[in-house]
């Protein structure tokens, strides 16, 4: 048995650091927190000093039981959770938990997973930093109890299965306002006038007017004074410049840049940095800090002199923006600068090399440029056109990277041909184009972290969760639009003569932006209008300072909770007792037939469409709204057109056809059957023609296309691509095939491989007992009998359940069966 026991959150990070180590070491994982706030009730002594109940789940009971067999075993227990406050939380209930001796317990921290960071880590221990811990108390405790105590608010006054959350309440109410302002939004008509110029040689370039002009009769007068016009350069600066590299990212910058460039989701960054860290690839992903510590500056150097030469070589030191940003900490870098690239998937690749590219940049000398202004005159008015543009002289760090933006309307320097002062040009054309004034643009998930960030509002560890969470409980969800179609005008004068065009062009498009939906609008008005010290961005930050000074030893914990809690508590009872309920509700007219109002409101199943109200004699008439279609901006007409629905068109072979909205979008039904319809058609303009197409193409596309084993095959297209079916199986088609075109061989391979994976997949088949335990996701397995599955984590060894063990587990899952007393019938 080793002497020495190691506790780290991941097997991955286990197994990576187990390579360093020797046989006096063993490693093992605690697969995250083993410990945290039960789930079906408070958990905090909001009458005492408010103390956690923290109690370890079922599935991680074998976890405790056997981390506590190894550690009783070892001389020396080392605790090597990551070096954040919920490291050092998870450290500190390993303590607790396992009952460790504090003189056979060590606690080690390290910021990459490297053979000398794991050596100096185990020569500098450290004890268990209750400062931090307690920070993050504060944290769990706060937000417990904010969503324990919101939440039930929620189902009494908006909606049931309903829930608040302090930084996520806070990251929809940005999504909310912005949304709100773009549909307040009146845009304005102008008309920039951009030109192109040849220069005595005969080279092109483009300059502009540095006002757009107010009116289409201003721009054609203007265009017309330039008719017959001659132009020269009547000024001509050209001035040295630099452009400095970004410091190395941090987390928010990362989750930003990876969104910009690599077009990744925050959650999707956050996993594939784990991946990275773990395997000792990259410095810990969750950091504040642009730091870069004296041997990483060393590291970048070197392979800089190597790879570039000394005059691209400029160390810097980096100092963050941050509000308690803790320097101690590094920012993501490389554990070794040699390593360009590594052989990892493709995601994981082109992460690493983003964040290569961005450390060894920051340690490269500026770029030095030529920056160059011309201004244009004409003989015939007294406006100019100006142009600016720029040379690289020197690339310095633009040889490997050079940063984003999310500016939508940035235009970028080009380069301007050699001129000089008084210098004739000729004028190629001019084009005074209208242009619209643009609404604030939506967030995506890297642009609300960095609001957040700006805010002070959260810290590293939370942006990927937040985000992921509001659009699990749908109070967000990602827009789908391409945009619409709109009109402008453009005047062109060239040779003398000026030509009108009427042209489109595609606007608003909102593809994988943020937007809010009802519920989520509905429910930041609530928490608004009710908790508006909750929902204030400057409360929520100084919350984040409250737990950045608890951290420093600054500020009691308890003491903060305190007095949160005693302007918190009576302000929710406050609001369960005596406010208005709130559904969203939108009066938009009176019905013409019945002259019953029609309004819009939030319902027990989502937004709908109501006519008449519950005093009436008569019940109210309801229609859910369609696609696209929302509380805020449904019109009276639409509103009125949903109750139209379902439209009967017809009967086909003997089935009734109608036309209908739906979850998931319009349809046609005949009999069981539905077909949807094409993206954008709406289904009132549906004829019975139309639907007959529709039907048809769904038959042809559900013909069995090949016979195996005397059972049909059909094709389909569904939410995860391509598939064929074969006896109630669907098998993805992957790209190595041709869907449109699948042989024999390819159907049978197909098939075969998904039997084959049907087989693997099984642990345990007790057929008498129609019981079996297959394969999961994630290492995960599941027990299946008849309609039960029960999902076993993946702390448990499947292989080793007996069929008395997995019995006893469906019988625990198995709901009780209760009776009914029957109510005696005696008279007293």
């Known amino acids: ?44 002594d909001v009458d005492g000093d408010f103390k956690p109940k923290y109690i370890v789940s079922k599935d991680k009971k074998d976890v405790v039981k056997k981390l506590k067999d190894l550690s009783k075993k070892a001389e020396m227990v080392w605790l090597a959770s990551d070096e954040d406050r919920e490291g050092e939380a998870i450290a500190w209930h390993l303590a607790e938990e396992l009952k460790l001796d504090e003189k056979k317990t060590r606690r080690i921290v390290f910021h ?25 108390q504060a944290r769990r405790v706060l937000d417990r109890l904010v969503g324990y105590e919101l939440s039930p608010v929620l189902w009494r006054k908006v909606k049931g299965g309903l829930s608040a959350g302090r930084v996520q309440s806070v990251s929809v109410r940005l999504i909310v306002e912005r949304e709100r302002e773009i549909l307040d939004f009146e845009p304005e008509a102008s008309f920039r006038v951009d030109a192109e110029f040849a220069n005595e040689e005969g080279k092109s370039f483009k300059v502009k007017l540095p006002k757009n002009l107010a009116s289409q009769k201003e721009a054609k007068t203007f265009l017309e004074k330039n008719k017959g016009a001659n132009f020269k350069v009547a000024d001509l600066t050209t001035k040295p410049a630099k452009k400095s590299p970004a410091p190395p990212f941090t987390t928010s910058t990362l989750q930003q840049e990876a969104s910009r460039k690599l077009y990744f989701s925050v959650s999707k960054t956050m996993t594939l940095a784990q991946r990275l860290y773990e395997a000792g690839h990259i410095t810990y992903m969750r950091t504040d800090s642009v730091n870069l510590s004296e041997e990483a500056q060393k590291g970048a150097k ?166 992921s969470t509001i659009q699990n409980r749908n109070y967000i969800e990602k827009g789908a639009k391409e945009g619409e179609e709109r009109n402008y005008v453009q005047l062109t004068l060239s040779s003398s003569t000026i030509q009108e065009m009427k042209l ?142 379902p439209k009967e068109l017809g009967q086909y072979k003997g089935e009734t056809v109608t036309v209908n909205n739906g979850r998931f979008g319009p349809y046609v039904r005949y009999g069981e059957k539905f077909v949807s319809l094409a993206k954008g058609e709406d289904p009132l303009d549906i004829s019975l023609e139309r639907a007959y197409e529709l039907i048809k193409e769904k038959e042809k596309a559900d013909a069995p296309i090949y016979t195996y084993e ?103 899952k198995a709901p009780k069966k209760t009776t009914k007393k029957k109510k005696s019938t005696k008279k007293k």
């Open 112 to 136: 990459e997973i490297t053979k000398n960071a794991i050596i100096k880590a185990i020569e500098n221990p450290r004890k268990i930093d209750y400062n931090l811990v307690n920070a993050q």
């Open 504 to 645: 489109t062009e595609k606007v608003g498009s909102d593809k994988g932006k943020l937007i809010p939906t009802d519920v989520g609008m509905v429910v930041n008005d609530f928490l608004v209008n009710h908790f508006s010290t909750i929902l204030d961005y400057n409360f929520t930050a100084k919350v984040e300072q409250d737990f950045d000074e608890i951290a420093e030893g600054q500020e009691d914990w308890t003491a903060v909770m305190k007095d949160f809690y005693e302007e918190f508590h009576p302000k929710v009872q406050d609001v369960a007792e005596n406010a208005e309920r709130e559904v969203g509700e939108r009066i938009l007219g009176d019905d013409p037939n019945t002259g019953k109002v029609v309004s819009v409101r939030l319902g027990k199943f989502g937004p709908m469409v109501q006519i008449g109200s519950a005093e009436d004699e008569e019940k109210p008439q309801f229609a859910s709204l369609g696609p696209g279609q929302t509380l805020s901006s449904i019109t009276f007409e639409e509103a009125l057109d949903l109750f139209k629905l």
């Open 302 to 467: 070197g392979e800089i002199l190597a790879a570039y030469g000394k005059e691209f070589s400029k160390p810097r030191k980096y100092k963050g923006k941050a509000k308690g940003a803790q320097e101690a900490h590094e920012a993501i870098r490389p554990t070794d600068f040699a390593k360009h690239t590594i052989n990892v998937d493709g995601d994981q690749q082109r992460l690493y090399e983003l964040i290569w590219k961005r450390a060894i940049a920051s340690q490269m000398s500026d770029a030095q440029l030529e920056r160059t202004n011309v201004k244009i005159e004409a003989d015939k008015h007294d406006q100019y056109f100006s142009a600016s543009g720029e040379v690289i002289k020197f690339e310095g760090f633009l040889k490997v990277y050079l940063e984003g933006s999310d500016d939508e309307d940035e235009e970028q320097d080009g380069i301007l041909p050699a001129m000089k002062t008084n210098e004739a040009l000729f004028n190629n054309y001019i084009t005074a184009t209208e242009r619209f004034t643009r609404p604030p643009s939506r967030y995506t998930e890297a642009s609300l972290v960095k609001k957040l960030e700006e805010l002070g509002i959260g810290r590293p560890s939370t942006y990927a969760p937040t985000i």
């Open 1 to 44: 048995m080793a002497k020495n026991l190691v506790i780290v959150e991941s097997p991955a990070k286990a197994k990576t650091i187990e390579k360093f180590l020797g046989k006096d070491y063993k490693v093992a994982s605690s697969f995250g927190h083993i410990a945290d706030l039960p789930a079906k009730e408070l958990g905090v």
């Open 710 to 812: 005397n059972l049909p095959v059909t094709k389909g297209k569904g939410r995860f691509g391509p598939f064929i079916k074969w006896n109630n199986m669907f098998i993805n088609v992957n790209k190595k095939y041709d869907f449109d075109n699948l042989s024999e061989a390819d159907i049978i391979q197909l098939i075969e491989d998904k039997k084959q994976k049907e087989i693997d997949k099984i642990i345990h088949n007790w057929e008498e007992e129609g019981i079996r335990v297959e394969k999961a996701r994630w290492g995960r397995s599941n027990i299946i009998k008849g309609k039960t599955k029960i999902e076993l984590p993946k702390t448990v060894d499947a292989t080793k359940l007996t069929l008395e063990k997995v019995k006893d587990l469906i019988e625990k």
